[in-house]
Structures are given as C-alpha cells and as structure tokens.
C-alpha cells in the first residue's frame, strides 16, 4: 500500500501565501497522479489541482494563476504553492495518489489551512 503524509497548513492572512507538502511511502512506484483535494465545513470534498507522471496538469478554475503544483518524482513528494490566499480557501486540504495498476486511490490524514482577516 501507500502511504501519505501532508504537512505545511496553518494560519495565514487574506492574500498570503503557503506552501502544502506530501510525502509518499510504501508502493510508490505504482503511484500515476497526485493531487490535493480540500473539504471545508458542510461542503463536499473537491479537486484543487492533480500532476500525472505524464506531465499534464489540471486546476480548479478556483484556484487557476493563484495555486502551483508540482512533484519531486526521485521522493514521491508533492507540492502545493498557494498564493494570493482567499477567505474561501479555507478548508482541510487533503493529498492523493493513484494507481492504475491496482485500481487503488490513497489518502492521507489532512492539513488544515485557515485564511483569516
């Protein structure tokens, strides 16, 4: 299996930055796409961004020109650079891998990320 652990949330003000990381463990080189995803309260979870080993990259229109991703492929470590944060950014914001080998999607534990006047 695979485990994944995030780190790097916290409190930030309105038009702030912060940069999100994840590390991969276990069978990782199973892994095709990582991505963040974040839930706030009473919503449901959504996609922020995903990188595919491919290359290819796809963002939110919420989050398109404030928010960067990218992968250190050597350590199975992603990021997550947001800036210009927004009130609405609010939300636990969550790491994802998946594997097209075993048709398996991992999750790990949440980062809460508070943007706060």
């Known amino acids: 299996q695979v485990q994944l652990v995030e780190s790097g949330g916290g409190l930030v003000q309105p038009g702030g930055s912060l940069r999100l990381s994840c590390v991969a463990s276990g069978s990782i080189r199973s892994i095709d796409v990582m991505g963040w995803y974040r839930q706030a309260p009473g919503k449901q979870r959504e996609l922020v961004a995903r990188i595919f080993s491919g290359g290819n990259i796809n963002f939110a229109d919420s989050v398109k020109g404030r928010f960067t991703i990218s992968r250190e492929n050597d350590k199975n470590t992603l990021y997550l650079q947001m800036n210009r944060l927004k009130p609405e950014d609010t939300a636990v914001y969550y790491c994802?891998?998946?594997?097209?080998?075993?048709?398996?999607?991992?999750w790990g534990q949440g980062t809460q990320v508070t943007v706060s006047s």
């Open positions: 994802n891998a998946e594997s097209s080998r075993w048709g398996a999607a991992y």
